[in-house]
């Protein structure tokens, strides 16, 4: 288990503390395990709805194989303001944390769970929380994902009809910004000009036409 050493009331938990003792553990090990578990069997794994090949999340087997995969927790039923104060910090902090080496930083991830947030209040809560902290992630080079049981209405984006961000437990998950989120931030000036700052001089050969439409001059 990692402590922030900025907070010490933040932690980061490792799988490797989930067969341990700890306060946390012993509270929230059955949504903690829970998650893991949805990660290993869905978000690494094909999906007959995805509409393209490979796994949900090209990131995740590496995140868990690799030791970068790490889980928090928010206790209570957090307002939106609660949510969005705890992010900023594991924000800072997913800042400062250091990879195994070899291990690309777009393989490390946090999910923040709100497990005692109550499935008919998570859609309200968690989507207002991404809302407002999406640019402020985004501008630092990283993306905050909103999930929860529902699933959220967002499509896929190779097929439509497919909503891909449903969770068993309500979570924000921090990663990384790659250059193939463009289509997640094209729809905001700010956030288009944040992804056309680290991204714009080698968009993925799929998305050079769609950037180029909104490239300013």
């Given at each position: 288990m990692l402590t922030d050493h900025t907070d010490p009331s933040r932690v980061l938990i490792e799988l490797s503390d989930l067969d341990g003792d700890d306060e946390i553990v012993k509270l929230y090990g059955e949504p903690l395990r829970h998650i893991v578990t949805w990660a290993r069997t869905y978000l690494t794994r094909p999906h007959p709805e995805l509409g393209r090949k490979g796994p949900v999340c090209?990131?995740?087997?590496?995140s868990l194989d690799k030791g970068t995969f790490y889980l928090a927790v928010?206790?209570?039923?957090?307002t939106v303001a609660d949510l969005t104060g705890l992010l900023a910090g594991y924000r800072a902090w997913f800042q400062r944390l250091v990879s195994p080496e070899g291990v690309s930083p777009q393989f490390r991830t946090i999910l923040v769970l709100v497990p005692d947030l109550p499935d008919d209040e998570a859609a309200?809560?968690?989507?207002a929380a991404q809302l407002e902290l999406k640019t402020d992630y985004v501008r630092a080079g990283l993306m905050i994902g909103e999930f929860y049981p529902g699933p959220p209405p967002k499509a896929?984006?190779?097929n439509t009809d497919f909503r891909p961000l449903g969770s068993p437990v309500p979570l924000l998950a921090i990663r990384h910004m790659v250059a193939s989120d463009f289509p997640f931030l094209k729809d905001d000036p700010e956030q288009t000009a944040a992804y056309l700052e680290r991204f714009g001089d080698r968009p993925p050969a799929v998305l050079r036409e769609a950037i180029a439409a909104v490239r300013p001059g």
């Open positions: 090209p990131y995740a087997q590496t928010c206790r209570g039923e957090p309200a809560v968690i989507d896929g984006l190779w």
